[in-house]
């Protein structure tokens, strides 16, 4: 109930802003046409946001005979978290990351990099699947696909506003009741701050919350803390040419490889993530503590990350 009533905040808000826009670049008239604008987007982003997203990376449809073990992973997992079995694609992309999307549990789709499926062991992989799953069992999928429409729309409205203060048109828009120049421009600012703070809105609370729904329905946390470490080592090797509007559905941030994109993550740091998972803070390696073997197991990820 708590992301349904997010997903309807969000997309009156979204409404509220794209009607100011409307009415800043031209008047009464023009916000008319945002609030009609607005409602055919509000339509289009909850039934059609998760297949732009997938175009938008160019995911292909995966079949059992074409991933085999994927697919009899998911399997595996959704029986165990009493799921219906999700959609799997595939990303042609070399960076290792993942995210899951669609409406509800049972027009859900994962999607994995193939750069993930190289690069990760077997309990790796199913703990990546396992967290997604996990997304798409807590109805997160739903607000994480609108939100990525929603950030990317905002940002073309704030290029057209920036050519609309450019080529001019600002006295009869203020005769109209619009903002004029000095509008628009203030407009094409707060506008990608506007979408930043759409994507800062998706809680980075729900990521430890799936990191732990993950880990039960794979029936230990050792596989998905080992794939952050990975994911955490390659996200600076391997970059991925990710669009930010986007960046908040992965499982972790496609752009931490950027530090000023880092400011404003969308995902918790991924030490204290690990920490969650194993119970080991990154400054408690000492050996000879009286640690059983978990908190071995946990240390070695921790050498892993840090190498």
């Keep these: ?174 005769e109209n009741g619009g903002g004029g120049i000095i509008g628009l421009v203030v407009m094409s600012i707060m506008a990608p701050i506007a979408a930043m703070l759409i994507q800062m809105a998706i809680s980075r609370s729900r990521e430890y919350v799936a990191d732990s729904t993950g880990a039960s329905f794979a029936g230990s946390p050792k596989g998905l803390a080992g794939a952050l470490a990975k994911l955490g080592a390659y996200s600076g090797r391997l970059p991925m040419n990710a669009n930010p509007s986007t960046a908040h559905m992965f499982i972790v941030n496609p752009l931490s490889g950027k530090s000023l994109m880092n400011l404003f993550s969308t995902h918790p740091p991924l030490e204290e993530r690990i920490s969650r998972l194993t119970g080991v803070r990154p400054e408690d390696k000492q050996s000879g503590s009286g640690a059983g073997r978990g908190k071995q197991d946990a240390r070695s990820v921790w050498d892993n990350i840090s190498r």
Excluded: C
């Design 1 to 174: 109930m708590g992301n349904n009533f997010k997903t309807m905040i969000l997309l009156a808000v979204m409404t509220a802003f794209i009607v100011w826009v409307g009415q800043m670049m031209g008047g009464t008239n023009g916000m008319l046409i945002a609030l009609v604008l607005a409602a055919g987007m509000n339509f289009f982003s909850y039934w059609f946001s998760d297949k732009i997203v997938l175009r938008m990376y160019k995911a292909r449809e995966a079949t059992p005979d074409e991933a085999p073990q994927v697919y009899e992973t998911v399997k595996k997992l959704t029986i165990r978290a009493e799921l219906p079995m999700p959609k799997i694609y595939i990303i042609p992309e070399e960076s290792p990351n993942a995210f899951a999307t669609g409406r509800n549990p049972e027009h859900a789709v994962v999607a994995v990099t193939e750069g993930l499926l190289k690069l990760m062991g077997r309990e790796e992989v199913e703990g990546v699947l396992a967290h997604e799953l996990a997304h798409i069992k807590n109805r997160d999928i739903l607000i994480g696909s609108i939100a990525a429409t929603l950030a990317g729309a905002i940002m073309v409205l704030a290029n057209m506003a920036r050519w609309a203060a450019m080529f001019g048109g600002s006295r009869r828009d203020n």
